[in-house]
């Protein structure tokens, strides 16, 4: 029994729940009478925990609370993606999440969502409720684009209890909105695909604007082999032509093996527009198919416990962080009871006995997952065997 883990359990289940709001000294006697209950009085190592946990300080102190709940958002709170949202974007996906900073009531929050337009028409998108606030609660939702009649500004609006029906510390961080612009001025390109293989150039590049019922323009091609589009081999074309399927026409050599990135706008009074961008692999003589392998394609993937460094521009593994719990004991002043001598990786108490009362034990976990190694044939010169739980040690002696 790890009667400091059980104290400091019964502390914060104090502090948070039953005692809420109270003074120090008096969540400090109810964790100790709690740890009490939980291991008996009869438990001596229980009792002489109780009897020597001081509590240095004020008791009559109490730590800051709110009498009331208070749900809060803010524009960082909520995403929207994509992150270019065009006429031809079929839909967006809205990510949000609403805090209580205050006080859990257990009661539910009314959320709306809704969809203001660039001309301030508001459509509601959303009508939920959130239950038991205690922390924090998110959605994910996603919104129809309409096409060129909802170009503009636009902006998703997230308001919580919009009835003022629940009584809150605060009333004025309820609202939040985030910006997103739907453009109708910009081509998206088409082919070659996102992540393709050309294997034949020069060749036409394909895009389509984003409003296909617009007049002629003037469209800007740019190609380059980093997507920041600064490179020294920077290839620029402009082009005038109507609506409908555009066909570029690039003049400029490739060099084998290498990944392109194309992007391209519409131009304004010479000024480019929003961008739309996409990659490709040249590789002459090859068979067709996708190719993600630079470092800028792989920034537009998802990864699980590893991340892409934008130093070294490798993958590495994300650090992960491992408890381990060691109880000791020198008998027969302690180390009476089995678990008195025990290892507690992660929160799992299966390691604990030694077979000789004068010993050394060497416990091996394994580098990459933390787990220990087991023992069960007893090698290395150790002794024992004398309970399951011994099975991990090594160099028993």
């Known amino acids: 029994m790890q009667y400091l883990d059980v104290f400091t359990e019964k ?32 438990d001596p190592a229980a009792r002489l925990t109780a009897e020597e946990y001081h509590l240095h300080g004020d008791p009559v102190l109490r730590i800051h609370t709110q009498s009331k709940p208070d749900y809060s958002i803010d524009s960082a709170a909520i995403s929207i993606a994509p992150a270019v949202v065009t006429a031809n974007t079929d839909s967006i996906t809205v990510n949000f999440t609403v805090t209580n900073v205050g006080k859990a009531i257990g009661d539910t929050a009314r959320v709306r969502v809704y969809r203001r337009f660039a001309d301030s028409r508001e459509l509601k998108i959303a009508d939920s409720l959130f239950i038991n606030v205690s922390n924090n609660k998110s959605m994910q939702l996603r919104v129809p684009v309409g096409g060129k009649g909802e170009s503009g500004n636009n902006a998703i609006v997230v308001r919580i209890d919009e009835d003022n029906k629940v009584a ?25 695909m996102n992540y393709g293989i050309v294997q034949n150039w020069p060749t036409a590049l394909l895009a389509t604007p984003f409003d296909i019922t617009a007049d002629s323009a003037t469209y800007r091609l740019q190609i380059d082999t980093t997507e920041l589009f600064n490179s020294p081999v920077l290839y620029q074309l402009d082009t005038v032509t109507r609506n409908g399927a555009i066909q570029l026409m690039p003049g400029n050599s490739l060099q084998a093996g290498k990944v392109y990135y194309w992007r391209t706008t519409v131009l304004n009074a010479g000024n480019p527009g929003t961008w739309s961008s996409a990659s ?6 090859s068979g067709a198919g996708f190719n993600q392998g630079h470092y800028f394609q792989h920034l537009r993937s998802a990864y699980s416990k590893m991340y892409l460094d934008s130093n070294s ?3 590495k593994y994300n650090n992960k962080f491992n408890n ?4 000791h004991g020198i008998y027969p002043y302690s180390a009476v009871e089995d678990l008195h001598l025990s290892i507690t990786p992660n929160g799992n108490s299966n390691i604990y006995s030694a077979c000789i009362g004068q010993s050394v034990i060497v416990n091996v976990f394994d580098s990459l997952s933390f ?27």
């Open 280 to 285: 490709f692999t040249y590789l002459p003589g």
């Open 324 to 327: 381990l719990y060691i109880t």
């Open 11 to 42: 502390w914060y289940d104090a502090i948070a729940t039953t005692h809420y709001g109270k003074s120090v000294g008096e969540i400090h006697k109810q964790a100790i009478q709690k740890m009490l209950e939980t291991t008996t009085l009869s």
């Open 371 to 397: 787990l220990p190694y087991p023992n069960p044939a007893q090698v290395s010169g150790t002794v024992g065997g004398c309970a399951p739980n011994t099975a991990w040690s090594y160099l028993q002696f």
């Open 168 to 192: 809150e510390v605060r009333e004025d961080n309820n609202n939040a909105a985030k910006s997103f612009a739907v453009s109708s001025a910009g081509l998206q390109p088409l082919w070659p």
């Open 313 to 315: 521009r490798s993958f």
